[in-house]
């Protein structure tokens, strides 16, 4: 399909989103911890980036950064497995028009989706009320009626909702890494499963060293009869669905996005270095 993403509304999108990041601008010193009832949560601002982190209010000891955004360049994905899950969005031969986002976290993804595709509407869910305020009040996200995100366990939210959605992304860990394992059973699966269009794409961002991984992805491998992966440097993304995917075709897509796009990181690269799961390395038939 053919991309437009230099029109006045696209124009006038952007400089919101950078007005409402440029008051950090000012404060290239911000440390700040932000009152939560569920876990620690700081956010800094280094480089012209504001990070968001978790920790455990008993050790202090910090998360991986949970969210990343430049406050000029806001549109710029900046950690590489979020370039990767955002392949997703050009799946389809129609840019989606239903994503659920299970760890919504600083909104990185949502905001590029709800930019690129001005029809999206996004659900999602973070299991922490201050995560969801903070990606509004330091991440540049607007809560506008294209938005649907809650203050929620992402499988209970998930279940409640009666949509049927092109894309599912999960992403979902603890303050400690860990990465929620209810969310990669083979029940959740199934409900992903039938809330999913035929030829939509469930993506799933899970790590190397989490020891129940291989478990996780025989779960998914158990409900959805394709899954493509992506493993680099102790990450392991799979993009799974009910239709086999035409990976050319993706990446042809993932190309034609990138240059309508401006990307300035390497998009389409990321499709294809994309191969297909081993399904006897999970004991899956």
């Given at each position: 399909?053919?991309y437009d993403?230099?029109?006045?509304w696209?124009?006038?999108?952007?400089?919101a989103?950078?007005?409402?990041?440029a008051?950090?601008l000012?404060?290239?010193?911000?440390?700040k911890i932000?009152?939560?009832?569920?876990?620690?949560?700081?956010?800094?601002t280094?480089d012209e980036?504001?990070?968001?982190?978790?920790?455990?209010?008993?050790?202090?000891d910090?998360?991986d950064i949970?969210s990343?955004?430049?406050?000029?360049?806001?549109l710029?994905l900046?950690?590489t497995?979020?370039q990767?899950?955002?392949?997703s969005?050009?799946?389809?031969h129609?840019?989606?028009?239903?994503?659920y986002?299970?760890?919504?976290?600083?909104?990185?993804l949502?905001?590029v989706?709800?930019?690129?595709?001005?029809?999206?509407?996004?659900?999602?869910?973070d299991f922490?009320?201050?995560?969801?305020?903070?990606a509004?009040?330091?991440?540049?996200?607007?809560?506008?009626?294209?938005?649907?995100?809650k203050?929620?366990d992402?499988?209970?939210d998930f279940?409640?909702?009666?949509?049927?959605?092109?894309?599912?992304?999960?992403?979902v860990?603890?303050s400690?890494?860990i990465h929620a394992?209810?969310?990669?059973?083979?029940?959740?699966?199934?409900?992903?499963?039938?809330?999913?269009k035929?030829d939509g794409?469930?993506?799933?961002?899970?790590?190397?060293?989490?020891?129940?991984?291989?478990?996780?992805?025989?779960?998914l491998?158990s409900?959805?009869?394709?899954?493509i992966?992506?493993r680099?440097q102790?990450?392991?993304?799979?993009?799974?669905?009910?239709?086999?995917?035409?990976?050319?075709?993706?990446?042809k897509?993932?190309?034609?996005?990138?240059?309508?796009?401006?990307l300035?990181?390497?998009?389409?690269?990321?499709?294809?270095?994309l191969?297909?799961?081993?399904?006897?390395?999970?004991?899956?038939?």
């Open positions: 399909m053919s993403f230099n029109t006045p696209h124009a006038q999108n952007l400089a989103i950078r007005q409402r990041l008051p950090f000012q404060q290239q010193n911000l440390a932000i009152p939560s009832e569920v876990q620690g949560v700081f956010v800094r280094i980036i504001v990070e968001l982190y978790c920790y455990d209010p008993e050790s202090r910090l998360s949970m990343r955004v430049g406050i000029k360049n806001p710029e900046i950690a497995y979020n990767v899950l955002f392949l969005f050009v799946w389809q129609a840019l989606p028009e239903r994503i986002i299970a760890g919504f976290g600083g909104g990185r949502g905001m989706s709800h930019h690129y595709s001005p029809e999206v509407e996004i659900h999602g869910s922490d009320p201050a995560i969801v305020d903070v509004e009040s330091h991440f540049g996200i607007e809560y506008d009626s294209r938005y649907s995100i203050a929620a992402s499988g209970e279940d409640s909702r009666n949509t049927i959605y092109d894309t599912i992304i999960i992403d860990f603890s400690s890494g394992s209810h969310l990669a059973s083979q029940p959740f699966f199934k409900l992903c499963n039938s809330k999913l035929d794409v469930l993506a799933i961002n899970l790590i190397e060293r989490d020891p129940e991984r291989e478990a996780k992805i025989s779960n491998a409900v959805f009869p394709h899954l992966e992506w680099n102790g990450s392991h993304l799979i993009f799974a669905s009910k239709q086999e995917p035409n990976l050319k075709t993706w990446i897509r993932a190309e034609e996005f990138e240059s309508a796009a401006a300035t990181y390497p998009f389409s690269e990321h499709a294809k270095a191969t297909a799961v081993d399904r006897e390395e999970y004991k899956v038939g």
